[in-house]
């Protein structure tokens, strides 16, 4: 089982995503809840470390984990709108195509972030 553990900040925008766990459906390897998963995670992370006026932090440091710490500036907000709610989208879409598999928590942290 996938667990997706999202904190979103005041706007409704991802603050920390944990996941951890494997889906189980195929092979190491070849698991495609897992691929899919990972797929979406790593690619926000790699998105928002490239971008300018956005702190990530995150890692992967085996398999069936990854973590990941987001703050970004105002004039951030509407770019940075776009990834987190693909993000959210995209683990939402897994989780109800295979909710034996992988499961999204979601809740609100009260936290300002950066120059908002």
């Known amino acids: 089982m996938i ?4 904190s979103l900040d005041h706007a409704g925008l991802i603050y920390r995503c944990n996941v951890e766990g494997h ?3 195929g ?13 979406l ?3 926000a992370l790699m998105v928002l470390s490239e971008a300018e006026g956005i702190m990530v932090r995150g890692k992967a440091p085996e398999r069936g984990l ?3 710490e ?3 500036l105002a004039e951030k907000r509407d ?3 776009g990834i987190s709610c693909f993000l959210l989208e ?9 909710p034996d598999n992988c499961i999204v928590r979601k809740h609100t942290e009260r936290r300002q972030q950066n120059g908002s």
């Open 3 to 6: 667990l997706i553990d999202v």
């Open 23 to 25: 889906a189980d459906t």
């Open 27 to 39: 092979p190491k390897g070849s698991d495609l809840v897992c691929a899919a998963v990972s797929v």
């Open 41 to 43: 995670a790593r690619t």
């Open 66 to 68: 990854f973590r990941m």
């Open 70 to 72: 987001v703050e970004y």
């Open 79 to 81: 770019f940075y709108s």
């Open 90 to 98: 995209g683990f939402d879409s897994i989780s109800k195509e295979y």
